[in-house]
């Protein structure tokens, strides 16, 4: 029942317990690889999820060289590796998930039944939201012509019986009403949130630029403080070249920083 290539030379031993017994891979080291006690995922089906063990094939060749995955269900009841119905592993690169079409026969089984229930439950729901649209009707309307056919006695119960009157019927008018009523109390909520980040954005922008004018203030203060500075240095330069005494010169500087 192997699925695999014929041409193709496996060289891996024929169950499982043999691959698994580590002195038997002692023995046969040369011979074969290693099982590697890998442990995988399997998120196709996402809902089935199996222990998955990795065999390597290093017979192959670099264009053919791929590994084969067992299930565990397979390991436990010693079915061959090559019969093992996990086959066709495709990883994804970018992110290293392994797609695995499991058809083990209980495994996809179980499979076929969760589906089936899936779509059970769905079919349910659409019935139940396409009854809900559809308006209600009084049972004996629908009764009533089958009893007509047997007898006076299905006349007189049509006409004996009143119509029922059903809380939950409304016309197409009330439910276009309610339609409207619903759309602009959410039109309302996206005004109302609209508003609220707009106002928001401004106050974050007059927090920035109340920032900003502080940082400009420092900077002015921090520039008139270095053009004070370089114009007394000047001023000293100055005086030095016309053989002004420097003492004079400093003491000129400090009455005119006192007053």
Same mark, same amino acid.
């Not at 791929?66 to 093992?84: G, H, K, L, S, T």
């Not at 797609?99 to 779509?119: C, G, L, M, Y």
């Not at 059903?166 to 409207?180: F, Q």
């Not at 900003?212 to 030095?240: G, I």
């Given at each position: 029942?192997?699925?695999?290539?014929?041409?193709?030379?496996?060289?891996?031993?024929?169950? !499982?317990?043999?691959?698994?017994?580590?002195?038997?891979?002692?023995?046969?080291? =040369?011979?074969?690889?290693?099982?590697?006690?890998?442990?995988?995922?399997?998120?196709?089906?996402? !809902?089935?999820?199996?222990?998955?063990?990795?065999?390597?094939?290093?017979?192959?060749?670099?264009?053919?060289?791929?590994?084969? !995955?067992?299930?565990? =269900?397979?390991?436990?009841?010693?079915?061959?590796?090559?019969?093992?119905?996990?086959?066709?592993?495709?990883?994804?690169?970018?992110?290293?998930?392994?797609?695995?079409?499991?058809?083990?026969?209980?495994?996809?089984?179980?499979?076929?039944?969760?589906?089936?229930?899936?779509?059970?439950?769905?079919?349910?729901?659409?019935?139940?939201?396409?009854?809900?649209?559809?308006?209600?009707?009084?049972?004996?309307?629908?009764?009533?012509?089958? /009893?007509?056919?047997?007898?006076?006695?299905?006349?007189?119960? =049509?006409?004996?019986?009143?119509?029922?009157?059903?809380? /939950?019927?409304?016309?197409?008018?009330?439910?276009?009403?309610?339609?409207?009523?619903?759309?602009?109390?959410?039109?309302?909520?996206?005004?109302?949130?609209?508003?609220?980040?707009?106002?928001?954005?401004?106050?974050?922008?007059?927090?920035?630029?109340? /920032?900003?004018?502080?940082?400009?203030?420092?900077?002015?203060?921090?520039?008139?403080?270095?053009?004070?500075?370089?114009?007394?240095?000047?001023?000293?330069?100055?005086?030095?070249?016309?053989?002004?005494?420097?003492?004079?010169?400093?003491?000129?500087?400090?009455? /005119?920083?006192?007053?």
């Amino acid at each position: 029942m192997s699925q695999f290539h014929p041409e193709v030379a496996f060289g891996a031993p024929a169950h !499982y317990e043999e691959d698994l017994d580590p002195t038997r891979q002692q023995q046969q080291q =040369q011979a074969q690889q290693p099982v590697s006690q890998e442990y995988f995922k399997v998120d196709k089906p996402s !809902y089935v999820w199996s222990i998955i063990h990795k065999l390597k094939t290093p017979q192959l060749n670099k264009r053919q060289k791929m590994c084969f !995955y067992v299930c565990a =269900q397979c390991i436990q009841e010693n079915v061959p590796w090559q019969d093992c119905l996990i086959n066709l592993v495709k990883q994804n690169p970018s992110n290293g998930t392994l797609h695995i079409k499991n058809r083990h026969p209980s495994i996809w089984n179980d499979h076929v039944d969760a589906q089936n229930n899936i779509e059970k439950k769905e079919k349910v729901k659409l019935d139940d939201s396409a009854a809900s649209r559809k308006r209600a009707r009084p049972l004996d309307d629908a009764v009533a012509p089958k /009893e007509n056919g047997n007898g006076p006695q299905g006349s007189s119960s =049509q006409h004996a019986l009143p119509p029922k009157q059903y809380a /939950e019927d409304i016309s197409n008018a009330d439910r276009e009403k309610l339609e409207l009523q619903r759309l602009d109390i959410q039109l309302r909520y996206e005004i109302e949130k609209q508003r609220l980040a707009l106002e928001r954005r401004r106050d974050e922008r007059h927090e920035r630029e109340f /920032e900003l004018n502080q940082r400009l203030m420092l900077a002015r203060a921090r520039e008139a403080e270095f053009n004070l500075k370089a114009n007394r240095l000047r001023l000293k330069v100055d005086m030095a070249k016309m053989g002004v005494p420097m003492g004079d010169v400093n003491n000129a500087l400090a009455d /005119e920083m006192s007053l």
